[in-house]
C-alpha cells in the first residue's frame, strides 16, 4: 500500500481467508495516521459477510478505492465526492 492516505473514506480491504478459496470485503469505517511513524490503523466497517463461515484470522490483503493506489494501467478513481473520474491509461 502507498499509505498515509488523504482520503480513506471510500476506501475497502479485501483480506483473503487463511486458505486463500475466498476472501472477505470491508468498508473502512475509520483510517487515522500515527504523525510519528507515519504508520495507519483501519477500523473495519461494513462487511466481512463473504466465505460464508467463521474465521479468526486473515492472511494477504489489498486496497481498492483510494486514490494514492492508482498506479497501473487500466485502474481507475472515482471521487463520490467531486464526482471526478481518475483513469490511469493503458
Do not use: K
Not at 19 to 48: E, K, L, Q
Not at 52 to 75: H, I, K, T
Request: charged share 20%.
Amino acid at each position: 500500500p502507498r499509505a498515509p492516505y488523504a482520503d480513506a473514506s471510500q476506501m475497502e480491504i479485501f483480506v483473503w481467508r487463511p486458505a486463500r478459496w475466498a476472501n472477505w470485503m470491508f468498508r473502512v469505517a475509520n483510517y487515522t495516521v500515527d504523525p510519528n511513524t507515519s504508520a495507519g490503523n483501519f477500523t473495519f466497517g461494513h462487511g466481512g459477510f463473504q466465505g460464508a463461515r467463521g474465521e479468526n484470522s486473515g492472511g494477504d490483503f489489498f486496497v481498492e478505492n483510494v486514490f494514492e493506489e492508482l498506479d497501473n494501467p487500466g485502474e481507475f478513481f472515482f471521487n463520490e465526492t467531486t464526482g471526478d473520474l481518475f483513469f490511469y491509461f493503458n
